[in-house]
């Protein structure tokens, strides 16, 4: 039996949020990448092209 209760976060909203890059460290705002369970959603940063996954980052949603 595997206990994923770490992993198993809420899904998040979709639509566009600004994200901090936890490797170069600038600002930028992105479309969510992947959807529903995929493990692999995430945001790919312009500046140094690095992935970032959702549950890592420092994301703020981008209102209307």
Known sequence: MLLLS???SEAP???AYEIVCPH????F???LLGAGEDPQ???KCPHCRL???YDRA????VGD
């Open 51 to 53: 992935f970032v996954p």
């Open 13 to 15: 909203a979709p639509g």
């Open 41 to 43: 959603r995430g945001f």
């Open 58 to 61: 420092d994301t703020e949603p």
């Open 6 to 8: 770490g992993a198993m």
């Open 24 to 27: 170069c460290g600038k600002t």
């Open 29 to 31: 705002q992105g479309e």
